[in-house]
Nanobody
Framework: QVQVVESGGGLVQPGGSLRLSCEFS????????MNWYRQASGKERELVAG????????VYVDSLKGRFTISRDHANHMVYLQMNGLTPEDTAVYYC???????????WGQGTQVIVST
């Protein structure tokens, strides 16, 4: 059973940084595209960044490019989202998502709350 578990959220002041972590378990890590999504209150969930085992990665939201970075640790089955220069607009629940390239199933974590505020 695939599981993804996020951690690292919290309260941070504007301009600060956080690193979110996502731990994957339950199957062959290399067969999954790992993504970060976020959902702000009252808004739809949006895809923030994604990473494949082959090394391809991208941040998909224009306003986050240059501030957010996704990285993947194959040995430890971890995915990270480094967030710098945080603004109140980045306040959201951040979700880790695993998409199976073999079975095309999608697995979600429980989410981790990020609050950017003074």
């Amino acid at each position: 059973q695939v599981q993804v578990v996020e951690s690292g959220g919290g309260l941070v002041q504007p301009g600060g940084s956080l690193r979110l972590s996502c731990e994957f378990s339950g199957d062959t890590f290399s067969l999954y595209v790992m993504n970060w999504y976020r959902q702000a209150s009252g808004k739809e969930r949006e895809l923030v960044a994604g990473s494949t085992d082959g090394g391809a990665s991208a941040v998909y939201v224009d306003s986050l490019k240059g501030r957010f970075t996704i990285s993947r640790d194959h040995a430890n089955h971890m995915v990270y989202l480094q967030m710098n220069g945080l603004t109140p607009e980045d306040t959201a629940v951040y979700y880790c998502n695993a998409y199976g390239l073999r079975d095309r199933n999608t697995y979600w974590g429980q989410g981790t709350q990020v609050i950017v505020s003074t």
